[in-house]
């Protein structure tokens, strides 16, 4: 596949959030890297490193990013070779990084509100936190948040530029979709 192909199809396989923030969420990084929290593949991480930042990629299992990244070697750029990874199972295991030691987190279809403490505390000030639940397809608003709860679980650390709350599911489980960008308190 030649190097624009494979670069138009890792931006289409892009959450289009992180499309549309990436610039900032870099910019306010002030030079830390960039964590992709539950990477999958690594869709959103390629996205980033082909604009010039470090990432790390972090989920439970990683070949699928193994895999995706085999696929696109021939293309890869030296920027891409900015991405790391780290297997860990953060439902089981610790948080494993510390104070202001990271620009960004980018969290697409993985919620695990209980990290959003140790979010901000890794966060560097004003640093982002870019976050979209799973969709509301099928029986998923079994596992997304009540109207507000995000919202309030992020109201001491953080200020929302932008929250997008949708419901989902039947109306008596008050589910409901999330899409946000927060930015760290200084």
Known sequence: M???AVKDEIARATSPLVRKFAEKVIAAAVGKPILDVACGSGRNALFLARLGCAVICIDKNLSALNTNLQRRQAVLTPSSMQLSSQEIDLLKEGWPF???SVGGIINIHFLLPQLFPFFAS???PNGY???????GFGGNYLELPHEGELKAALAYT????????RPVGPSEHNAVTVKLLARRRG
């Open 98 to 100: 510390g104070p202001r």
């Open 129 to 135: 936190l870019l976050l979209e639940t799973v969709p």
């Open 122 to 124: 890794s966060l560097v």
């Open 158 to 165: 953080f200020d929302l530029e932008l929250y997008k709350e």
């Open 2 to 4: 030649p190097p624009q």
